[in-house]
């Protein structure tokens, strides 16, 4: 196995300031006045959560199935032609959680968050989602990836499941943020579409 050191652009700490960023740019926006019914904004509002959900589905998908196929092969239930499959599907799932992604572009970049009391929690649930994606997602999908190839792997092991904590925490952590929004408006939104992963402390062991 390589033990190279992860590139600079994939460690979490560049990745969560990156995140800051985007969050502190959302909310100057947000500060900024508007007045609008709460009808409006509770549309404008749901407009955002949906397309959080079309841009981050394909990572949302792809997390899934990485598990999926991790637990498949544990379970040695998969045929020698779904075993030569993997590192393709692997590969596949990666490049749905990176910035390389068109969907992962979008989310990251081309959501307008509404300027009203309700966006300040829209656009950190935004931030929440993206760290949740392009960090911990993609991080739990590398490390499938290797197990895949080097299964039983002590300190790949003990990476997935700091992986899956983080999965999800921050899972948890932007469906406050979303009930917040909720809150402010006095309705519910959408809710948001990521998949409860293998947590470490329920599961069986990674």
């Known amino acids: 196995m390589s033990t190279e050191e992860t590139p ?5 700490a560049v990745i969560v300031t990156a995140v800051v960023v985007v969050v502190l740019a959302v909310t100057i926006v947000t500060d900024l006045p508007e007045h609008a019914s709460l009808a409006s904004q509770a549309a404008g509002d749901k407009a955002v959560v ?6 981050v589905g394909p990572c949302a998908y792809a997390a899934n199935e990485s598990f999926t196929i991790y637990g498949d092969l544990k379970a040695h239930s998969l045929s020698q032609g779904d075993i030569s499959r993997v590192p393709g599907l692997l590969r596949d799932d990666q490049t749905a959680c990176s910035f390389t992604s068109d969907s992962i572009y ?7 968050i509404p300027g009203s009391a309700s966006g300040k ?9 993206t760290l949740w994606a392009t960090s911990d997602a993609l991080s739990a ?6 197990l895949s190839i080097h299964p039983g792997t002590k300190p790949v092991l003990q990476q997935l499941q700091s992986d899956e904590r983080l999965l999800a925490s921050d899972r948890a952590e932007a469906q406050s943020q979303l009930q ?9 939104l959408p809710g948001l579409n990521l998949p ?6 329920t599961s069986q062991g990674s």
């Open 121 to 129: 929690p829209l656009g950190e649930m935004l931030g929440t989602v």
């Open 180 to 188: 917040a929004a909720d809150k402010v408006l006095g309705t519910k």
């Open 141 to 146: 999908i590398e490390s499938i990836q290797q």
């Open 50 to 55: 949906q397309e959080v959900n079309a841009d």
């Open 8 to 12: 600079f652009f994939k460690r979490r």
């Open 106 to 112: 979008e989310l990251t970049s081309d959501i307008d």
């Open 196 to 201: 409860a992963l293998p947590d470490p402390a």
